[in-house]
Structure formats: C-alpha cells, structure tokens
C-alpha cells in the first residue's frame, strides 16, 4: 500500500512540473506586441506609432473651425468662418505598412503618405518602444501658375512611443518638413520634435495633448503649434475633440506655416472621425 501510494505521489508531482512547463511555454509563445499605444493612427495633426492593420482600411475626416478669440459671440466662437477639412483613406499593405491618400481644403493640398513599423514594445518589455517611419509628399493644386516641382512639399518623421501602463502613452517624434517653393522671410526646411500623450481616464474617454517646438531657423512668424482634446472610442469609430492653434492637418504645414499661438487665445475647435474597415474575407 505504501509504495502505490509513493508512486502515485511521485506521479502527481511529475504531472505537476511538466503542466507548470507547458503553461511557461505557451506564455513565451504568447508573447507578443502591445496592443493600442494609442486608439488611431493620429492625435489632433500629429501622427502616432499606430499603423493599419492588414487589409484594414482607416477613413479619415479632419475638420476645424476659425479663430474662437475673433468675435467669439458674433462669430460663434469661430464655427462662421467656415472649415478647414482634410478627408484621408489609409490602407493595410501589411501589419506593419500603409499607404495613404488625403486632400485638405487649404491650398487644395493633395497629400500622398505611408507608415511603416520598425519596431512594436512586447508585452514582456523585451522591445521597450515603438517606433514607426513616416513620410509624406503634399501637391498643391491651386490655379497659381506654378510648375508641378514647384508645388511640391515633403515631410518626414521618426515617431518613438511607449505604452506606460493601460492609462499613459507617451511619444516623440523628430521631424522635417520642405516646400520647394517659399516666399521672402520663409525657409524651405524645417526641424521640430513631436511631443504627444494620450491618457486614458476609462475605457471609452482619453485626454489627448501634442505639441510641436520647431528647432533652428524658422520661416518669419511661425510659432510652435500645441493642441489638446478628448478621445471617444465607440468600437468602430474613434471621435476626437480638440482645440488647437492651426488650421492645417498635414504636419509639414503645422510646423512650417503656423502662425497662431494658443497661449495667445488663437485657438480652434475641432474635431476628427477615424473609422476602421475590414476588407479581408469574412472568417
């Protein structure tokens, strides 16, 4: 009786360490990158480390308003003066690179952009940061005479981020833009370093803020754009309110041809509509 009590001991043990084996394996194999840095693609004008799923599409509207300290009352807080737009499509070539397309009402821009991860933070920390490359050539369309070289502008980004626990994302982003064509007082190329942070206060709404210091020589008059806003995250949708200082929504015009400074009131309400879309086959 003994010794089948012994071996049934010793049989239990054994079962025990190698399910206990098995359960780590599998949680290495498990591991993998975190999910959600942050909840779109974008913030308010500054794009995130996020990239389209494959064979995801993501539909984008940007909309913005006046200048609310220009009459607010008579002008209702800026919304007379009618909107700047910008209507964007992204699409998954991979899980780790997009394409993209979009056309601003200013200037009548058309903008062609892609999004490529290098690196995605794991779950276990062995990547600490995310880090995606961005780039974008903007044309502008307007009747002004121009050649098509001459209307051609470019930007150019590296976005570094970390997800710090379920409520804090934070990013940097080293970036240049260039316009082929500039006025007097006006450089063509810009440097600036992104600053963004998103910060979730439940599972629907997060606080959004991003700002964007331009480093060096600047065109005469431009001042260093900052935004803050709500995230709404419906499932499908990602709503985004926000206030923000310029009225355009490509970043190589936010940092090159800003103007308006928020701590001065020149401030506009706005808002963005992310929506993604599965274009794969039904599973």
């Known amino acids: 009786m003994l010794k089948k009590t012994t071996l049934l001991f010793t049989l239990l043990i054994f079962i025990s360490f190698s399910a206990r084996a098995q359960m780590e394996r599998e949680r290495v194999v498990q591991e993998g990158p975190v999910e959600e840095t942050f909840w779109a693609p974008g913030l308010i004008g500054m794009s995130t480390v996020e990239v389209i799923g494959h064979k995801n599409i993501n539909a984008t509207i940007m909309h913005s308003f006046g200048l609310i300290n220009d009459e607010p009352l008579h002008n209702f807080l800026g919304m007379d ?18 394409l993209g397309v979009g056309r601003s009402s200013p200037q009548k821009q058309y903008d062609f952009r892609t999004k490529y991860a290098l690196f995605r933070q794991t779950t276990t920390d062995n990547v600490p940061l995310s880090i995606t490359l961005k780039g974008d050539m903007g044309i502008d369309t307007n009747k002004n005479g121009y050649s098509f070289g001459d209307r051609l502008n470019f930007f150019a980004s590296a976005n570094v981020a970390r997800k710090f626990n379920d409520q804090l994302s934070l990013q940097v982003s080293p970036m240049i833009s260039h316009f082929n064509t500039v006025f007097t007082g006006e450089e063509k190329t810009h440097f600036a370093l992104g600053l ?15 700002y964007l210091p ?40 936010i940092i090159a041809q800003n103007d308006d400074k928020f701590w001065d009131g020149d401030i506009r309400f706005g808002f963005n509509v992310n929506r993604i879309f599965w274009t794969g086959e039904k599973q």
């Open 81 to 98: 003066f009618g909107a700047s737009v910008r209507l964007g499509i992204d699409y998954g070539i991979t899980d780790n690179w997009s």
């Open 196 to 210: 963004a942070g998103e910060y979730h206060i439940s599972d629907r709404y997060a606080l959004m803020a991003e």
């Open 214 to 253: 331009v480093l060096g020589e600047r065109s005469e008059g431009t001042a260093n754009a900052f935004s803050v806003g709500l995230n709404i995250e419906t499932g499908g949708h990602v709503f985004q309110l926000f206030l923000k200082t310029s009225d355009w929504h490509t970043e190589q015009h």
